[in-house]
């Protein structure tokens, strides 16, 4: 069983469009995060949630509305997507930041 | 706000051979965790080693090894008897207990191992 599941892992999509990556994580884990990994590979944090509730929110375009329905499930959604938008985007949980995060395979995003 | 610095944008090493990743973080506070993540060209991020920053002991992961020096806010990363498998972007990364509780990473070492 996959303990970080992102859906899904490809997505193509035109300039305008609005669009979902779904994450759902079977570890009992308290917190769930989102992370950006730019073309330069380099990591950044967009939102965090713990229990449902949103503690961290980065600077962050409007345009990204994290939603969490129960702890293990943390879903990303994305209006009128933009070129610069296109990355990689992770999910990632953990049962407190200090034992470290347990990450999903990606969603690589690619807007045209 | 806590940086972490890898200075190495790339490194190669021979199969077999010993090598090891630089990273530096920046920080006043005292009660933190420092991480290795490896990922490799399925861009699966994997956890490779823990270091807890009042443990004065360097963790270690079978091939993997740190050298924690906590005064000069130094974590590299020792891989010993290299595999091709090893080859993969390694992060290294901060995390502050009681602050952001966020995991801050540095901008990642891509190493390539030779045959």
């Known amino acids: 069983d996959t303990a970080v599941s992102q859906t899904p892992k490809y997505l193509v999509t035109q300039m305008g469009n609005d669009k979902s990556i779904k994450c759902e994580q079977n570890?009992?884990?308290?917190?769930m995060y989102w992370y950006k990994q730019d073309s330069k590979k380099f990591l950044k944090i967009m939102f965090s949630y713990n229990n449902k509730e949103l503690i961290i929110n980065e600077t962050v375009p409007n345009r990204f509305s994290p939603k969490s329905p129960d702890k293990a499930h943390l879903n990303l959604h994305i209006n009128s997507l933009e070129l610069g938008d296109s990355a990689v985007y992770f999910c990632?949980?953990?049962?407190?930041?200090?034992?470290?995060?347990?990450f999903g395979s990606g969603t690589r995003l690619t807007v045209v | 706000a806590q940086t972490v610095t890898q200075s190495q944008p790339e490194m190669s090493v021979q199969e077999a051979e010993t090598v090891t990743l630089s990273c530096t973080y920046d920080t006043s506070e005292n009660n933190y965790y420092l991480f290795w993540y490896k990922q490799p060209p399925s861009r699966q991020m994997i956890l490779v080693i823990r270091q807890e920053a009042y443990k004065q002991q360097n963790a270690t992961e079978n091939r993997f090894s740190v050298n924690f020096q906590k005064a000069a806010k130094s974590f590299s990363l020792k891989i010993s008897d290299s595999q091709l498998g090893d080859t993969a972007m390694y992060f290294c990364a901060f995390f502050l207990q009681g602050g952001s509780e966020k995991l801050v990473f540095g901008k990642g070492t891509k190493l390539t191992v030779n045959p």
């Open positions: 570890l009992g884990h308290d917190t």
């Open positions: 990632a949980s953990s049962p407190q930041g200090n034992y470290g995060y347990t």
